[in-house]
């Protein structure tokens, strides 16, 4: 044996033979492999399940064509071995199809198929029909409409400008019907604290005539937007201070009063245009929501600028409101309150519609002892007419009085119209001069007859008071 082994002829021959039978060992596994995955030695019972959100891939002329009828996900039934079974479902080297190549417009019900499954697995694809339809595909080019958001959030004084969008137009696909729904096509920009000119990009939104969205392919997806923004020159402007005060929103609940209300600071310095503060006496700059209020609190709150002032300091101001419990509630309405009308330009005349009378009722609740105290004189309306146009308005009517009840209106707004004063020197001017008419001769004579008509009056006059005159003094002498 050891000079077999010393041979190098032997050692050669085993070394060969070792390989082939490594070769021959590979192969078949390999084999085995493919045939049976995973494949287990020990035999194994046939099981059943359900696979569930199994994509359906889809083969047609997608430049000619728009396919519906199509479910995103469908379940495929799995039969057979469960070692099989489970090697499948880990793997996912399956899936299901519908080919619609060859099909031309029109509505069918077409099969779906499995593909990458085992030989030894039953497969059923549930369902295993769709009922599709094939319409061609149509294109159309829409304007495209900016539209801002959160605009009020811009710092005072900014103003935006026509903005330029690129491209101005985008290619709505889809069907002749689905296109024809079309109304507006927008994008959507957030104006939120810029302060100089920008370029943003905005995603396209469809809507149809009711403002419904619509779920359709645009290209592009998005336009650039570039938005000028402009700050007035403030060289013109001119600095006022004038007192903050507040307006109430809702009640507060059930149960509570408010005792108190103030502002810190309770007055601000506002900027802008002089012929726009000129009109502004108190600035009502903070709403104070008391629908919100459950206990005595301190809050931040930011200032809010009136139409034309570019600026106010501070911008933002504590308020602190103080509650308390209420032992006996009472609610008492107040009739005949007398609407102050505050802010209106000298260039206007103001026409009440309503309420008719100019004078509104109020409800008011809170303690009995104190609400039975309250006077509609401790009551005051008021409408803001700052910064209006000429024409009719809607304004809404604030009321305020004592700090420890709650204040309602009945009538929430009040319905103005504005009337802007004619210049009188105009109408003057405007009118034609009449020219001097030479006095005729019948005027003449009437002018002077009536002169001697009232000395006729005047003689008969003085007759009558001679004839008085005589006759006191004949009783006088008798």
Do not use: C
């Amino acid at each position: 044996m050891d000079k077999l082994m010393e041979n190098h002829w032997f050692l050669k021959g085993i070394s060969l033979l070792l390989a082939l039978m490594l070769y021959m060992s590979t192969n078949l596994s390999d084999k085995n492999m493919t045939e049976n995955k995973n494949a287990s030695p020990f035999p194994t019972s046939d099981i059943t399940e359900t696979v569930s959100n199994i994509v359906v891939a889809v083969n047609y002329d997608e430049d000619k064509y728009i396919v519906s009828g199509i479910p995103k996900y469908v379940k495929v039934k799995l039969e057979g071995p469960k070692n099989v079974i489970t090697a499948a479902r880990s793997q996912r080297e399956f899936g299901v199809s519908v080919d619609l190549r060859g099909y031309s417009t029109g509505t069918y019900e077409v099969p779906l198929k499995y593909t990458g499954m085992e030989n030894n697995l039953k497969v059923t694809v549930q369902p295993a029909k769709v009922k599709v339809t094939i319409q061609s595909k149509a294109k159309k080019s829409f304007p495209v409409e900016v539209k801002y958001s959160n605009e009020s959030q811009m710092p005072g004084g900014s103003m935006v400008e026509k903005p330029t969008i690129k491209p101005g137009t985008v290619e709505v696909i889809g069907t002749e019907e689905e296109l024809a729904k079309v109304a507006l096509v927008r994008a959507y920009v957030d104006l939120k604290g810029i302060t100089k000119t920008v370029t943003k990009t905005a995603e396209i939104v469809l809507y149809d005539e009711d403002g419904k969205k619509l779920d359709l392919q645009t290209t592009p997806s998005k336009v650039s937007v570039t938005i000028p923004v402009s700050n007035p020159t403030t060289t013109n402007n001119i600095e006022k201070t004038v007192p903050l005060t507040y307006s109430k929103k809702g009640s507060v609940p059930e149960g509570l009063a408010v005792t108190k209300i103030g502002i810190e600071p309770n007055e601000v310095t506002i900027s802008g245009p002089k012929d726009v503060l000129d009109t502004i006496k108190s600035l009502e700059g903070v709403e104070v929501d008391l629908s919100k209020i459950t206990e005595s609190t301190t809050f931040d709150a930011s200032v809010l600028l009136p139409k034309g002032v570019t600026n106010v300091n501070p911008s933002q101001v504590k308020v602190s409101v103080e509650v308390q419990k209420q032992k006996n509630t009472k609610h008492k309405t107040i009739e005949g309150i007398s609407i102050r009308k505050n802010g209106l330009s000298d260039e206007f005349t103001l026409q009440l519609l309503s309420p008719q009378g100019g004078k509104i009722s109020v409800d008011i609740s809170g303690e009995a002892s104190i609400v039975d105290k309250i006077t509609a004189e401790q009551i005051t309306a008021s409408i803001n007419l700052q910064n209006l146009s000429s024409g009719t308005h809607d304004i809404p009517i604030q009321v305020s009085g004592p700090n420890n009840v709650s204040i309602e209106t009945k009538q929430k707004n009040a319905k103005v119209t504005l009337v802007k004063k004619e210049n009188s020197e105009q109408e003057v001017q405007g009118r034609p001069e009449q020219p001097e008419q030479p006095d005729s001769p019948e005027d003449k004579e009437n002018e002077i007859e009536k002169p001697n008509e009232k000395d006729k009056e005047q003689g008969k006059q003085n007759e009558v008071e001679n004839q008085k005159e005589q006759e006191k003094g004949a009783n006088s002498n008798g």
